[in-house]
Every structure is written in structure tokens, then in C-alpha cells.
């Protein structure tokens, strides 16, 4: 199986293509903006080094978040249309999961969502111990130790530092942007292949005049 993966929604734009589960080319690049600017070319490059034609894709898999709205949007219109172009299913990953798939043991994802909140989720062995969440700092160390039942824990993702010392010798991995090979592994396995849609878990910053938020 050729899977080719995206991901817009977190600081970077990131692409992977893997055969059968072989990774025959991935790349990331750190940005906070500019992702519509330049996740097509990135696209090309990476299928160019993987040696892979669009036409003999069997899936693409997108990050859908929780991460920036307006990245995240970028990555799922690109992912989509070229799905429906290439007539090929398009599977949507949720941040979380990708940041702590393949990982055993106990692990949480944690995503700095700002203002003083965290994006959280938390797996035993790659099953997830809860929905995503978005939650006051306060509330997922709370939830993160209400969970954890002892023994070796790993918290990762951008928000990790800020659940630091919650469960005593925890390890840290500050990660800002999920693997895209960890996506195109998700997207390879997923029985479900319903459409993809965002995963948002809170209202965006932005507002539009009038104090309404964008849709």
C-alpha cells in the first residue's frame, strides 16, 4: 500500500510517503506561517524523491488537530481535493494520537494550546484512556493523574513542560509537530475511511467583526 501523509495543523509543514509500510521519503519544515504557500511544492518533492506518481497512491492520510485553525484547514482542503481528484480515500488523523502512536506503555500527548491551556490526550499501550481534550493547565495535571497507575510514563508533545513533574520521573519529549510517518502509519491501518473533518476543541482566537468567530 502507498500512502502519502499531510500535516499543516501544527508549526511545521510536514509530508511523508511510505510503501508498505517502508518510508521512502519524509520531510518536515518548522514554520508558523506560509504553510498554503508551500505545502504543494513540499508535496511534489517528497513524492519525487520517493520515487512515487500520484496515480498510484491507495490512500492519503492529514492531520486534522487540534492545532492552528488556520493550518489545519490548509492541510484537509489539499488532502481532499487531491483525494477526490485521484479518486482515493482520505483518512484524517488527529494530532494527539500521531504524537503518541507506536509509543508502549503509558503516554501523553500534550499540545501547548495557550492561554493557559493544554490540548490533551492520554494512551496505555496505544489505547486511548480518553477523548481529546482542551484543558485549564490546572484541570489535565488533575486528569493526567487521576489516570496514570504507576510505573514508567512519557509525556510528549509541545505542551509537555507545562504537565512537567505531575508524575514523578516521567520523561519528556518536547515534539512540536507530530512524526508524518507516524501518520502515514496510522492512515495504512485505519479500517474506518469516513471523510476527515477538523478536529476542533475550542473556539479560534481570531474574530471577525462584532466579536464573531470565523466558521
Not at 490546572?138 to 514508567?152: M, T
Amino acid at each position: 500500500m502507498l500512502i502519502l501523509a499531510l500535516d499543516t495543523a501544527s508549526p511545521a509543514c510536514s509530508v511523508a510517503v511510505l510503501r508498505d509500510g517502508k518510508t521512502l521519503a519524509a520531510h518536515v519544515e518548522p514554520m508558523a506561517r506560509g504553510h498554503q504557500e508551500r505545502l504543494a511544492g513540499l508535496i511534489a518533492e517528497t513524492m519525487a524523491e520517493a520515487g512515487a506518481a500520484f496515480d498510484a497512491l491507495d490512500r492519503i492520510g492529514v492531520g486534522v488537530g487540534p492545532g492552528s485553525f488556520t493550518g489545519l484547514r490548509v492541510g484537509l482542503a489539499f488532502a481532499k481535493t487531491l483525494a477526490l481528484a485521484l479518486d482515493r480515500p482520505c483518512v484524517g488523523i488527529g494530532s494527539l494520537e500521531a504524537l503518541a502512536a507506536d509509543e508502549p506503555g503509558f503516554n501523553a500527548a500534550v499540545i501547548d494550546a495557550k492561554r493557559g491551556q493544554v490540548y490533551l490526550q492520554v494512551f496505555e499501550d496505544g489505547r486511548a484512556l480518553m477523548a481529546p481534550d482542551a484543558l485549564d493547565v490546572g484541570v489535565a495535571a488533575a486528569r493526567l493523574a487521576e489516570l496514570w497507575r504507576g510505573g514508567p510514563a512519557r509525556l510528549i508533545g509541545s505542551g509537555a513542560a507545562l504537565l512537567d513533574g505531575v508524575i514523578p520521573g516521567a520523561a519528556l519529549t518536547a515534539r512540536e509537530a507530530p512524526d508524518p510517518v507516524a501518520l502515514a502509519r496510522i492512515a495504512a491501518r485505519r479500517a474506518s475511511l469516513t471523510p476527515p473533518r477538523p478536529l476542533y476543541l475550542r473556539a479560534p482566537d481570531a474574530k471577525l467583526p462584532g466579536g464573531i468567530s470565523p466558521p
